[in-house]
C-alpha cells in the first residue's frame, strides 16, 4: 500500500495504482448507506403510521410482539355465545383505529359493511362508544344495532343496494371505509367432493363484494381527511402458511389480499390508503 493525494491536495492512504481511492471510496459508501438505511426508516414509519392502526391478528391466533399482522378474520369461530363476546370486544380493540373521533371540525365518520353481528357489530359499538359516526350496513333491516349507529341496508352482492347506499350517503365524507362483510362457507370440503356453488358465493361476498363497496364510495372516502379503506383479511389467506383447509374461505383471503395491493397502487395518487 502506498500513498495517495485526495483533491484537496492532502495525502492518504490508499491503492499505490489508484491514489486514494479505497480511502475516499469507503467513505463516500458508508455516508450513502448511512443516508440510505434513514430514507428507509422513515419511509416505514410513515406507511405504518396509519396502517398499524388498523392492524390486528386473524383466525383467532395469538399475536406476537408489539407489531401485529394486517390480518383479522370477518367470521368467528364457532363457539357458544356466551364465549363469543369477550371474544368479539378483544379482537375489536385490536382492530379498530386510534384516531381522535375528530377530523377538524367535524366528527370522524367509518362505514362498517357486515354490522349486524360478529366483529362487524363490535366495531360499530365500540366506535360509536368512541365518539365517531358510525354507519352500519346490513342485509336485514330487522337486525338491532348499537345506539348511535347509522342503519344502512345492503348486501354486498347486491350491485343495485350497494347503488343506493351510495346514492343515500353521497354528500357524507368517509374517513374510514371498513370492507368487513364476509362469510366463511362450507368447511370441510376435500379435493373430489368440491362445492362449487358454495365456493363462489364466498368468492362473490368477500372479495367481489369488498371490491364493488370500495369502487361505490371511493369519493366518499376521497373526500375525506384521513382518506382510509380497511378490508378483512385472514391469516388463511397466507400464501406462505397454507394449511390446505377451508379453501373456499382461504382462496378469498388470498384474492382479497391482492385486491388490497391493486387498489393501494391504484388510489396512491388521490393519497387514500387501502390496507
Given at each position: 500500500m502506498g500513498e495517495g493525494r485526495r483533491r484537496d491536495g492532502t495525502r492518504s492512504r490508499g491503492d499505490p495504482a489508484r491514489?486514494?481511492?479505497?480511502?475516499?471510496?469507503r467513505r463516500q459508501t458508508g455516508a450513502a448507506l448511512r443516508t440510505h438505511s434513514i430514507?428507509?426508516?422513515d419511509r416505514k414509519r410513515r406507511q405504518s403510521g396509519l396502517?398499524?392502526?388498523v392492524r390486528a391478528c386473524g383466525d383467532g391466533e395469538r399475536c406476537r410482539g408489539p407489531r401485529r399482522r394486517l390480518a383479522a378474520q370477518d367470521a368467528l369461530p364457532a363457539r357458544e355465545d356466551a364465549r363469543q363476546r369477550p371474544y368479539r370486544r378483544r379482537r375489536a380493540r385490536l382492530v379498530r383505529s386510534d384516531f381522535?373521533?375528530?377530523t377538524g371540525s367535524r366528527l370522524s365518520t367509518i362505514l362498517v359493511s357486515g354490522a349486524g353481528r360478529g366483529l362487524g357489530l363490535e366495531l360499530a359499538r365500540q366506535y360509536a362508544a368512541d365518539g365517531w359516526r358510525v354507519i352500519g350496513t346490513v342485509?336485514?333491516?330487522?337486525v338491532k344495532l348499537p345506539p348511535g349507529v347509522d342503519r344502512q341496508i345492503a348486501d354486498v352482492t347486491d350491485r343495485g343496494q350497494i347503488a343506493s347506499l351510495a346514492n343515500a350517503i353521497r354528500e357524507v365524507q368517509l374517513d374510514v371505509l371498513f370492507c368487513n362483510a364476509g362469510i366463511i362457507g362450507k368447511r370441510a370440503m376435500a379435493l373430489g367432493s368440491f362445492d362449487y356453488a358454495s365456493w363462489e358465493e364466498v368468492l362473490r361476498v368477500n372479495v367481489l363484494g369488498a371490491a364493488a363497496l370500495a369502487e361505490a364510495l371511493i369519493d366518499n372516502v376521497a373526500a375525506s381527511k384521513l382518506k382510509v379503506i380497511a378490508m378483512m383479511s385472514s391469516r388463511l389467506g397466507s400464501i406462505t402458511e397454507s394449511s390446505g383447509m377451508t379453501l373456499p374461505y382461504a382462496t378469498s383471503k388470498a384474492a382479497l389480499n391482492?385486491?388490497?395491493k391493486g387498489l393501494a397502487a391504484?388510489?396512491?395518487g388521490k393519497r387514500v390508503i387501502v390496507v
Open positions: 491514489p486514494g481511492l479505497r480511502v475516499a471510496w430514507r428507509l426508516r396502517a398499524g392502526r381522535s373521533y375528530r342485509r336485514d333491516a330487522k391482492m385486491l388490497v391504484n388510489l396512491a
